[in-house]
């Protein structure tokens, strides 16, 4: 009987420890963005200094949730908001293995549908969990209330009539995603999702400290103007085995050129961005 108490007393104190731990890990003051690792896809989760979880896009699989248990204290299974920059499957097939494991108390993205059967059932998956579309558009804003802003950039209601006349989007041809701008204090991130160049000439993102790559470092999404236009000091790439060539050649060359540092999520895993609003700090999390 002894041995069954002693053996559950030291249980409960390395639970204690843990949870001590996680919550000093969680609750430090700071933003928050983990570039997660899903292979061939997007999947970001921003926490920020109060706790607030907000997640931008979700990857093609259930890869995603491994990154959210490896960055989220264990006793959390909320997610406040998750942002789908836009419906191809790459983004939003993740939601499937998200929605049974996880709360998600709110969703936002552009006014763009799919045809496609993934994204019919994943509205449906909304209806089942109650959740009513937000629609944003360049010039929306997100105030977290601790600091940290969500600005959408884009896309704008002429980029979208221009692009998507018909209000959907396919599998292929993708011009318009949300282009969304997180700050904290002097740290801005530029989050992109496959924004091609025309995109983001029509968001006219300012100057960052971290640029999301569009489109998995496609030779579309970027261009020396908008590169020398952002000035970033770091970039990061999501991106898996793929038969597109991603990222490009053209487009590390132009990164290469500027002296920017990269950093890709299939050479190493996640990666964890922590900023207190003035510096910042970068791990792999392979």
């Known amino acids: 009987m002894k041995k069954y108490l002693l053996i559950a007393f030291v249980g409960l104190i390395g639970l204690g420890i843990l949870t001590v731990v996680e919550y000093q890990q969680t609750a430090d003051g700071k933003l928050h963005i983990v570039i997660c690792d899903v292979g061939q896809g997007d999947g970001i989760l921003i926490t920020s200094p109060s706790g607030k979880r907000i997640l931008y896009d979700s990857g093609p699989d259930n890869s995603i949730l ?90 704008s209601e002429s980029f979208l009539t221009s692009t998507s006349p018909q209000g959907t989007i396919g599998e292929s041809g993708e011009f318009a995603s949300v282009v969304m701008l997180v700050t904290y204090g002097s740290f801005r991130a530029l989050l992109t999702g496959d924004s091609q160049v025309s995109g983001l000439l029509d968001a006219n993102p300012p100057d960052v400290t971290l640029l999301h790559v569009p489109h998995h470092g496609s030779a579309y999404g970027l261009d020396v103007q908008i590169v020398e236009k952002i000035d970033p000091e770091i970039a990061v790439i999501s991106v898996g085995e793929n038969s597109y060539g991603h990222p490009s050649k053209e487009i590390l060359q132009i990164l290469g050129d500027e002296d920017i540092k990269v950093y890709r999520t299939d050479q190493l895993g996640s990666l964890h961005v922590s900023t207190d609003g003035q510096s910042y700090d970068i791990q792999a999390q392979h």
């Open 66 to 155: 491994s990154c959210l248990s490896d960055n989220m204290p264990f006793w959390q299974k909320t997610i406040d908001l998750f942002i789908l920059s836009h419906p191809h499957a790459d983004h939003f097939m993740g939601m499937f293995s998200v929605f049974p494991n996880y709360t998600v108390k709110s969703y936002a993205s552009e006014t763009l549908a799919n045809r496609s059967i993934g994204f019919k059932e994943f509205e449906k998956q909304l209806q089942v969990h109650d959740l009513k579309k937000q629609r944003v558009t360049k010039g929306n804003t997100i105030d977290l209330g601790d600091g940290v802003v969500l600005a959408i950039l884009g896309p």
